[in-house]
């Protein structure tokens, strides 16, 4: 293994652990300026605006659940993380006003839904959803 290509690959796996430090701290952030708790009875979690409340929903086990942008933006850096494990279980680059995407938790516990909207060229706000997965007794 080359030099070069030893640095480079250093240099990503530290990007990456940024990447990480930066998601958890936007949630610890977000966290500590106030939370709203909704049901997500009818199965969908609207990604609207970023803002600094963290909202969380609860969600049954294996419940297909519709995520959706309804802001006016694309949504940048949508990640879903596993709190427990702390693993990334989805990364999508970009999601563009009125898309939407359904997902399914196979297993109970917390998950944490971060993603960021450009406000203006190069400003950008960050925010998290927190998504509680349940059995079905709990709902």
Known sequence: MTVT???????????TRLQSFVIMASF????????????????????STPGPELKTFRVAKSADVRLSNDSQMTLLNFTVIQVSSGK?????KE??????????FDRAGTYIACY???????????TCVQIDVVGLRSI
Request: charged share 20%; hydrophobic share 40%.
């Open 28 to 47: 610890l952030f977000a966290m500590s300026m106030g939370s709203g708790t909704a049901e997500s009875g009818d199965s969908q979690i609207s990604l």
């Open 5 to 15: 290509l030893k640095t480079a690959m250093q240099a990503t796996d530290t990007r």
């Open 95 to 104: 999601l563009e006003p009125s898309a939407s995407l359904n997902l399914a």
């Open 116 to 126: 960021r909207g450009e406000i203006k060229k190069h400003l950008s706000q960050s």
């Open 88 to 92: 990334r279980m989805l990364s999508i």
